[in-house]
């Protein structure tokens, strides 16, 4: 399968059987002179457009490539996973894209975040997985003196009052999170 053809349907066939889009795409990768052909394969048969995959790779999609070496593709593969070209957006009904408003609005409110937690939240907003990006907004909290607190408590508060208050993760839950937010925005006067 190396470097040879390989068809949309037989790429969804391996994915639907459980093999990871990375692991895919690396073994699609070996062989071929541009391996972004080989995502390309990988992002069609998850329903994917070629412009949605360059836009997640900043339009610029020869470049983790030209960081590695032959021999490296499943290296590539996993690299494109772990910055989310992969990622297949969630579709939302009305609440749930309530709540993605407020989420988003709360990380423009928060005067900045280091590029790993970013594409860690970015990636959650696109699966759909609020209540997990809601609680790390929460444990981040805005910036001090870049951040627009009152806004991001604020847009937090409305996005978790619409959320299973019973979701959470290890260290906590969106009720809990919930009175935080409450008692962080009320240190800030209207």
Request: glycine fraction near 14%; aromatic fraction near 6%.
């Amino acid at each position: 399968m190396a470097g040879g053809e390989v068809s949309v349907e037989e790429v969804r066939e391996r994915l639907e059987a459980g093999e990871s889009p990375g692991t895919v795409c690396g073994e699609l990768a070996v062989g071929r002179a541009r391996w972004w052909e080989a995502a390309l394969v990988v992002g069609r048969a998850l329903g994917l457009p070629e412009a949605e995959l360059a836009r997640r790779v900043s339009s610029d999609p020869d470049s983790a490539q030209a960081e590695l070496r032959p021999g490296e593709e499943e290296f590539y593969g996993d690299l494109l996973a772990a910055i989310g070209v992969f990622d297949v957006p969630k579709q939302l009904d009305e609440r749930e894209q309530v709540v993605m408003e407020h989420l988003r609005a709360a990380l423009g409110a928060m005067g900045g975040i280091g590029g790993g937690h970013y594409v860690g939240l970015a990636r959650r907003l696109v699966r759909g997985e609020s209540a997990s990006a809601f609680l790390t907004l929460v444990r981040f909290g805005p910036r001090a003196g870049r951040g627009r607190p009152q806004e991001f408590w604020a847009a937090l508060l409305a996005a978790g009052d619409l959320l299973d208050p019973a979701d959470g993760d290890e260290r906590g839950t969106v009720a809990e999170a919930l009175v935080s937010c409450r008692s962080r925005l009320s240190e800030f006067p209207r």
